[in-house]
């Protein structure tokens, strides 16, 4: 009966570690839960949405326009918000009349930025211009009127970037991969 129940816990220990072994690293190098708190990514992103943050994508290529990406808040690196990439590194960003404006100062080019995700009584304010150097982006929140953001608090540093939505687990009915559009 004792060597039974030896063999149980060591059995027990053996799965254990095997287990740790595996979790640990997805875990902190891989992949992660998030919980979204509050609207500033509506109607995209509803509070309480359980995701999963893709965290070795960006190992390999650089954020792009569009991705929704969790970060260490600027002002608080204890916090993590979620937001939308909008400016890149290099580009300047300019807001105006509602409108959001993406340039290139070495090549002249500039683009309107057409966000089909969000609805257009959504408006963007205040008018303003940001250039972004190497390693800063521009991120907003979906819900404009609700979101703290780079309008707010400045450009993001990429070393704050956590990673990428990937996938929404819940609620269920919205469950799959998180989309990303431009």
């Known amino acids: ?29 891989i992949a992660q839960p998030f919980i979204v708190d ?16 893709d965290e070795l994508s960006y190992r390999f290529h650089e954020p792009e326009r569009g991705d929704i990406i969790v970060f260490r808040y600027p002002l608080n690196p204890k ?6 990439i909008i400016g890149l590194p290099g580009e300047t ?16 080019a500039r683009m309107v930025l057409h966000e089909a995700y969000i609805p257009e009584s959504f ?3 205040p008018d303003m211009t940001v250039i972004l150097e190497d390693g800063e982006y521009f991120v ?3 819900n404009r009127s609700r979101s703290s953001d780079s309008r707010t608090w400045g450009v993001l540093p990429r070393d704050n970037m956590t990673g990428r939505a990937w996938v929404r687990l819940w609620p269920i009915m919205h ?3 998180v989309q990303i559009s431009e």
């Open 175 to 177: 469950a799959g991969r």
């Open 93 to 108: 960003v300019r807001i105006e009349k509602s409108s959001i404006i993406i340039g290139k100062d070495k090549e002249g």
């Open 38 to 53: 509050g609207d500033s990514m509506e109607p995209n992103l509803q509070n309480g949405d359980y995701l999963i943050i």
């Open 79 to 84: 916090d993590h918000f979620i937001k939308r």
């Open 1 to 29: 009966m004792e060597e039974t129940r030896k063999e149980g816990i060591r059995e027990f220990l053996r799965v254990l570690i095997i287990s740790l072994f595996i979790v640990l690293p997805v875990r902190w190098f």
């Open 123 to 125: 408006k963007t304010v």
């Open 140 to 142: 907003l929140g979906d």
